[in-house]
């Protein structure tokens, strides 16, 4: 009586499984140990929409069995519902194809009414309509940046509703159904660029980029101001030269950079505020939790240790051992797309941008470059003098979002760019000091467990190194690198991470690569130190100019007897040095720099 009966047509698997039942589950509704989140006058709060449409049957039967038939159905489901999802998609993309040709609707279609219409929409949604706003700015994203993960079932489902709604004038099964609209379907699909560099610059022109701007500026909301950078980002991946022109044009014309510009700078120092705000706190609560379990270590049995809160059992694996980490602030995660937007501003070596980023020629200019170094600078905590431990501040949380900061930085350089160059290198923050320590430091814990970032975190590091010496004819960057690194501690990591190629077989990163990235850079600041130089000689040759010099020096021109002393030790078959082996291969060309009427010597691997 307290609800309306309801016929549902099950499958027959599912209904073998009602059928098959013990008459106690049916029964269950009147036992007095029914959950009270399955009660009828106390509904659950949050059900999914199968959930809900099950909901009478599912109460007749005991929770965990309810749940499990939720759950199954969910799985096999939900490839179909993101099948006709992306169809949704391709309807409000290419609506055209829903008339017949020669049609008025079809024409106005074709000519981009409908997203132009769609587009400037979105902006009156954003103070209105919240979620319908996400939803749209969601479904733009979509059009230009989609990789379906779909089974078969769902490939098939999504064939037969584009034959049906967008290709009902196409014969079955013809080519390029899915390929015309620019989807990559499938796990190991690759996306074709190509065509979502058309649709990107299509996107363009009916408006994507103006709303983007504007939603940045105008909008507090920061789930609108996320979803509208992510779509900045869709517009601009593949370095979309014509996309960076239009935002740089945006700027430059309506004289807009001045007020777009301060919200990207205000959400950084809200960044930096909030990570100083907590960084104290959490490395304490951590250096204290590190100090007790060395004293647990040292003066109690494993076996009779009593965890400390927040931490792993004693005796569990090191690799499973995760540090305690403070989890990021709205304000701090947000940073992570506006690193990849500005990335992508100055991609293709775009100096136009990259100097604009440093200097916008206004009343007010910010300078994005220098906040960004100062963001990296807060992230690692240099702010509170511990170099040395950097393992306290770094973790899987926030590794990320350092590893875009170093990705960011290097491509404001690259080119080169030597005014950002020179603005980084000279940066009164301690910057410089803190992406040394990346490459020389361990990074523990988190190289216990997740060796694959703290690889990713040091090639990076070296690269934008190697950005900041990029084409340079002066020493003034280098030695201002060479000022607080060590060479021997150099060339440790770089021999370290050649052997550990043999525990990383078949992983993400090569610590190999990154040895060689890092031996890369070694030469580069070689030309600038002498002791440097020295310690990157392979032993075997500096074994053998030894021998020469001794030679020399005692005037020993009897061969026989040279041969006598060369052959006095036996020879001992040894596995190839990493210095000898980076040596082998790592060329050097120079590049000339027309631009500057220069050349520069390029180390490739």
């Known amino acids: 009586s307290l609800s309306p009966s309801v016929s549902l047509c099950l499958p027959l698997p599912l209904l073998s499984l009602f059928l098959s039942l013990p008459l106690s589950c049916f029964n269950y509704l009147s036992s007095p140990s029914l959950s009270p989140s399955l009660s009828l006058s106390s509904p659950p709060r949050s059900l999914s929409p199968l959930s809900l449409a099950l909901s009478p049957l ?41 008339f017949l040709e020669g049609t008025d609707a079809r024409v106005r279609c074709e000519t981009g009414g409908f997203i132009s219409k769609l587009i400037q929409h979105t902006k009156t949604l954003m103070t209105s309509e919240e979620k319908l706003c996400i939803k749209v700015l969601r479904t733009l994203q979509e059009m230009l940046i989609r990789k379906y993960d779909f089974d078969e079932k769902g490939i098939t489902l999504r064939k037969v509703l584009m034959q049906n709604y967008l290709f009902n ?15 990559a379907v499938g796990p190991e699909a690759e996306i074709d660029w190509a065509t979502v560099a058309a649709v990107q610059c299509r996107l363009d022109r009916e408006g994507a980029t103006k709303l983007v701007t504007d939603l940045i500026m105008s909008t507090k909301n920061d789930k609108i101001f996320f979803e509208s950078m992510q779509l900045a980002i869709c517009l601009l991946e593949g370095g979309n030269t014509e996309i960076q022109n239009s935002f740089y044009k945006l700027m430059m014309g309506d004289n807009k950079s001045e007020k777009f510009f301060k919200v990207l700078h205000d959400r950084m120092r809200g960044a930096q505020q909030d990570i100083k705000a ?24 494993p076996q009779f240790a009593v965890p400390l809160p927040g931490q792993p059992p004693p005796g569990q694996p090191p690799h499973e051992q995760l540090e305690p980490e403070a989890e990021m602030g709205p304000a701090v995660m947000i940073m992570k797309p506006i690193m990849r937007f500005l990335q992508l501003l100055c991609e293709n070596h775009n100096q136009d941008l990259q100097n604009f980023l440093r200097c916008q020629n206004n009343k007010t200019n910010y300078n994005l470059v220098c906040e960004t170094l100062q963001f990296l600078d807060i992230m690692c905590g240099s ?23 170093l990705e960011t930085l290097t ?10 160059q020179t603005c980084i290198v000279t940066h009164e923050s301690n910057g410089i000091d803190i992406i040394t320590a990346l490459i020389l430091n361990d990074i523990s814990p988190l190289c216990r467990y997740r ?33 607080n690194l060590r060479p021997q501690e150099l060339i440790e990591v770089i021999k370290k991470a050649y052997h550990q190629e043999k525990d990383c077989e078949g992983g993400e990163v090569s610590p190999r690569e ?3 990235n890092i031996y890369i850079l070694a030469l ?20 053998e100019e030894g021998e020469e010099g001794i030679s020399s020096m005692l005037n020993l021109n009897n061969r026989p007897l040279s041969q006598m002393l060369k052959s006095s030790v036996p020879a001992e078959t040894e596995a190839e040095d990493p210095l000898e082996y980076y040596e082998k291969h790592t060329a050097q060309i120079e590049v000339p720099d027309w631009r500057r009427h220069g050349a520069g010597v390029l180390s490739l691997a």
């Open 411 to 420: 491509e404001y350089c690259q080119g080169p760019c030597q005014e950002n």
């Open 278 to 301: 907590t960084v104290s706190v959490n490395v304490g609560e951590m250096s204290n939790r590190a100090q007790d379990s060395k004293e647990l270590d040292q003066g109690v049995s």
């Open 383 to 405: 702010t509170t003098g511990g170099l040395g431990l950097l393992g306290l501040y770094i973790n899987e949380g926030n590794v990320g979002l350092i590893t875009q900061t």
């Open 58 to 98: 599912l109460l007749t039967l005991s929770p965990p069995l309810s749940q499990d038939i939720i759950n199954t159905l969910e799985e096999r489901l939900k490839p179909l519902v993101e099948a006709e999802l992306s169809v949704l998609v391709d309807v409000l993309h290419r609506p055209e194809l829903l």
């Open 169 to 183: 004038n196409k014969k079955p099964g013809s080519k390029g159904e899915l390929v015309e609209l620019g989807v």
């Open 514 to 516: 990154v040895g060689h």
């Open 524 to 543: 580069q600041l070689a030309r600038h130190n002498k002791v440097l130089l020295h310690l990157l000689k392979p032993p075997k040759r500096t074994q």
């Open 451 to 483: 060796m694959e970032m703290v690889l990713q975190l040091k090639d990076n590091a070296s690269k934008l190194l190697l950005a900041l010496m990029e084409s340079r004819h002066d020493n003034e960057n280098a030695e201002r690198i060479l000022f």
